[in-house]
Structure formats: C-alpha cells, structure tokens
DNA sequence: GATGAATGAGTATTCATTCAT
DNA sequence: TATGAATGAATACTCATTCAT
C-alpha cells in the first residue's frame, strides 16, 4: 500500500489534522531540517509509520503546514476586510490593515521565517507561496473594488502594495533597525500606497 | 593543527578563493545542504583537509560565499552610481539603477534564492544580510545626496526604497506571474520612488 | 527517535544482550579504538541504526562489556566461595580461591587487559572498576566472617589481599618472568594473606 | 631519507630532548590519543615535519617518553636508597621508602595514569614497564643486600614487594576509598613486606 | 637540516522510510 | 488500520604522515 490515502473517517481527518499542527508546532518552533518526523508523530500522538499513510514524505507535512500557516495569517486580514466600513477614510483603512498584518506576522513570527527560507529552497513551497499571494493579492482586489478603488492595472498595483507591506511587516517584526523610526515607516507606506491607488 | 590559518602566501591566497568559488557555484547550483565539503574541496582541486585550516567549518565556507555573492551583486549597481551624471534626470537615473539590479539579480538567480533561505535560516548570515543591506544602503544615500537629494528621514526612505526595489527584482526574476505587466511595475516603481523622495 | 530505549519484547532484550557480546568479544580482540560501531553490530548480526536505539553511543557499549565482564570473572570466584567448606583449612581454602582467580582471568586475559586500561582512560569506567571491587571486597568479607575470621581493619586488610591476587594473577598470566617461580610466589603470597588475616 | 636519525650534533640532541619532554608533558596532561603531533611539536618549539627525524611515529614519542617517566620517577627513590643508613633499622627503613615512593607517585600521578593505560594497549610499551621493573627491582635487590637481607627466592620476593607497594601508592593516590584508614594500610604493608623479608 | 602546507583515509551518529506483526 | 522496531545510506571533521621548498 504504498499510495497515500486521503482519509475519510471522521477519527483519521482529525489524526491527519494533528500530524499538520504538530508539524506546524515543530517546525515553527525548531526549523524544519531540525524536526524528525518521530518527533512530529511523538508530538500528534500517533506512530511513525501511520504518518506515511497520510502524507508522501516528510516534504509533504511541510506542504500541508505551509497552508495551515496561510490559513492562519490571512485570515485576521480577511475578517478585517470583511467588518471594515466601505464608505470610510481611505487612510485609516489601510492603517488598520496594515496593523492587523503586522499583528498576524508578529504572532506567527517563528512559523514566518521558516516557511519563507523554504519556500526559497523548494519548488513545491514556492508555488504554495505564489498561489496563497494570488488568493489574498484577488481578495484584496475585491476589497479595493468594493471601497470604490478600481482601474487599470489593479492586478500590478496590488502586487506591488502586497510587496510594500510585506516589507513592512518583515522589517518591523526581524529587522529592528535601531535608527529606523517605524512609526514614520508606516505612514510613509500608507503614503505610498495612496499614491498608488490614487 | 586544529585552528584556522589565514593564509599569506600567494599561492594560499588563491587557493582560499579557489575554495570560496567552488563553494559559492555549488551552494548555488545544488543548494548548501546538498553540497558536501568533499565535494567543495574536489571542485576547489585541493584535498578535503586543506578546506580546514582556512575555514572553521562547513558554515564558515558559506558565510566568505555570501560576501562574494554580496561583492558580486552591488559591484555592478556601485560602478553605475558613479557613472552616472549627476546633472541627470532622475527618472532615467533610477530606470538605469533599477535595471541595472534587475540584471545583477538575474545573472546570480541561482545563489540569490539559496543565500536568502540561508539567511533565514542562520544568525551569522542574516547578520552578514544586514550588514550588507546597511553598506548599499548607506551608499545610496550618499549618492542621492549628490545628486541633491536629501531631506529629513532619508534613511527610513532609503530603506523603503530599497525593499520596493528587491521586490520588484525578485518577482521579475522568479515570480513570471502570467499576468504581470512586468514593463508597468517597473515604471510604477519608479513612480513610488519619485513621490518617496520627491 | 534519537533517545536510547530500554528493550522490552524478548527477541530486543536478547538483540541488545548479541550486542554486547560483539562488542566485548571485538574490543577484547582488537582494542576499543580500533573496533568501529559497524564492526559490532555486523558481528551483532544487526544494523548500524539499531545500536543507537539500545547504547547512547559507543562508549555505552563498553560500559555494559565491562559489566558482563566483570560477571564473567567474578562468577566462578562466588560459586567457589559457596562451595567451600566453612571448617576446612584456611590454607587450602586460599589456593582454591587464588587458582580460581588465576583461571578465570587466563580466561578473559585479553578482554582484561584492554578494560584494565579503558579504567584509566575514562571515568565512568573507572567507576565501574571501583564499584566491582567494592562488590567482590564485601562478598570476599562476607565469606570471611563464614570462616570464622574477623577483626579490625577488616575492610584494609581485605583491599590489601585483593590487590595481592590481582597482582599475582596479573603476574601470572601477562608478565611470564623467566626467572620467577610462580609456584613459589602463589605459596608466599597465601603465606601473607596468613599473616594478614591471621 | 626515510630512516629515523640519531641526532649527533649537541643542538639536535637538546631538540629531541625537547619534543620528549614536550610529549610528556601533553601526554600527561591530556592523554595521548587527545594529544597530536602538531600539538607537541608547537610546544617543543619545532616544526611538525622535523617530529619523523628525530622519532619513528606518534608511538616512539611515547616510548621516549614512558622512558622519561620511570627515570623521573625512580631516580628519587635510588636517590633515598642511597642515604639510608645500612645499620638502620629496617621497618624505618622501609617507611621512608613507601613514603618517597608515594611523594612520586603523587608528583606524577597524571602521567602515571596514561603510561599505566597506555600499557596496557601496546606491547611495546608494555615491555618498557616490565624492563623498568626489572631495573627497579635489581636495585632494591642489591640495596636488600647491602643492608644485610638476602637469601633463597628474593627476586620473587622483591616482586611482591615491588607490587605490595605499587597498589599500595595506586590506592593512596587515585582511589582514595572513603571508608579506608590508609596510614593502617601503610603500616600494614609494612608488616607484611617483613613477614615477607624475614 | 628544517619548515609547515598538503594529503586523504577513517568513523560515530542521525533519520527518512519501510515492513513484519 | 496501526504500530514501532529495524534499516543503512550519508557526511563533517581530525590528524598522522609526507614532501616540495
């Protein structure tokens, strides 16, 4: 049975699940090539072999952490999107979810810097990577559209306003430049980020 | 002879880079964990003993390899500083500045990806990366500033420019989303840096 | 998995115990330095990995061999004690027990010497050492008293004739001095343990 | 020019002197397998090549070096042989001996340790300590002699002695048994070596 | 004689994956 | 389905010894 099986059972769902977040855990927390999958099994509570059933190797949990890990930090974005007034300050809009992304990055910040290191040493992650930036750069074109922000070449604008603030949010959370004043930093990046959309 | 000879020699000099380059070509071609130092040290033409009296371990290869790789990509970008004419239009000054990282970054895509996860992966090279980064950045300054560019928060500026720029080179050289109007992000960029340092 | 487990199942308890025995046997051939991991467990009859699940690392191996050997030396020694007849003469008794000596460690000479000198080179097994004769000493004691001999300084006097027999077996089996009479010397050595315990 | 050279010229008999010394010293200090050929060198203030002139490899350094030792050792319990006092008296006598035998002991009791361990492990050292031994044992004899104790059976004799006293300053110096009264265990030898002498 | 740079064989340990039960 | 014992390939680093200068 050397074929992975997608489970169907509500227990084997949950199971997978579990090898997921402990893989998640794990890896967040001492970096993927330090993780050993008995760990991972150790830590969801299953045997070490039940995880090939579920998954193909070991890259595989990686695969399915780099979604969860999406999941996670996009969604306080989105539900920010969501409650956000359509008729309100342009510049007050972007401020809140500018902060909500620095949020959601600070909180998962160990998770951050491992999914990006491997996303740049494997194909698979990378694409997981550019097809999670389509879905939020798509949702957020969606937004802009819904506050009345639209025109021609939206797709590079929000791309490029994507780019700004996950700049941002890298540089507040890792960098900690001592002179760098973030708080200028900030309202800078709304400024061009009005400029853009203007 | 357990510690690490710094080399005076001539002929130990050039064999010290031998091992740098072949390190920084296999790093890049294979990726640092898939590379072996025996294999480093075949490429290099020297016996995998010598690599240990000029560098401490497998790391130390990697760290003089990202300084080369640093030297390599802002070697360029500088001589371009200096040529330029300071009497010029901005515009094309940072058409030229944009493009001309753009090529940097295509020429070494390879060791890019694999020297970004590293840094992400490695205290010493992320330090390596900061330092780097405060070393260009500190040099646009001093360029812009000759071209009669200047004002207050320039660095917070600077650095924001900087990102806008490493984004923009990234997804030109790896992203190839379809549907990116890569010529527009280019002049939009330009754009962003205008109103920045207007 | 890298934490070593205790054997549970029977068919693991007797794979570890096959371990050991490897390992006493090639280092008492070879040398502890000059016997690899690979070497003991393909005498073993089992791979390189497994060893790492029952011995923390190479030197674990030797701590048990040293065990086993010393069970193997000792044993005879306690049997002969317990088939001693308690109102026997004492002279007779200290010949048996010395020849017994002699015999079993002309039977492991090459295994003791090899752990004679790993109990100088490291600590732990050093402590075995001193933990063994703290054993035998207190048996030998024990036995002692059974034959009606007891007194002050018990615990002295008894080191003292340990070290006695160890260094007539130790004469008696390596050194093969031409010019010494090794009857003579078991007989002037029984003749001090005499008048030791007296 | 492969063949090991016996120094003639008063400078390089002073250099092979001082790697021996240094061997010792290192040796004694960190064991021989921790200790390398570059290591001794450097501290004899030679090179690492002029090392297989003046000695066959790492093992004849360690030869010399054992040699050192015993001289080291033994010369100042000749010396004591020496000044004592022919007509003394004999349980006086033998005091001072076991006492200066045990100030040497502790003197060198690191390299003692390894010379011990290391002849256990090579026969070649392992003959330099029984040639010792019978250089040690010839003088006690004649010593014996002079103060008037002779007759049938003294080198098996001395030998015993030789060996009541090694275990003797082995256990003074490195055991150190909580529960053992070693001035008890000195005079007790002591007692035995007359019984012995009788 | 002397140097010290260069060699390259040798080895403990880890861990993704498999498979007998 | 599930277990966890077993596999064995893969690798950084040391150091005795040699040899070009």
Redesign the interface.
Known sequence: MPDVREPIKQTSIEKKKRIIQAGLKLISEK?Y?KT?T?EIAKEAGVS?GIVYQYFKDKKDILLYAVKEYFDNIFEPIEIKMKSINPRGNLEYTLKELILSSIDAHTKYSLAH??M???S??DEDI?NMF?ESE?RIVDKVLVFLESVGISGP?M???V??MY??I???CH?YVY?K?S???YD??ID??I??IK??LK
Request: aromatic share 8%.
């Open positions: 970096g090539f050993n008995a070490t810097e491992e990006i290191a491997m740049h040493l990378h550019i389509h070449h797709h590079e604008k791309h490029i780019n700004l996950e700049s941002l540089e960098h430049h002179f760098i004043d200028y930093t800078e990046t400024n061009l400029t853009l």
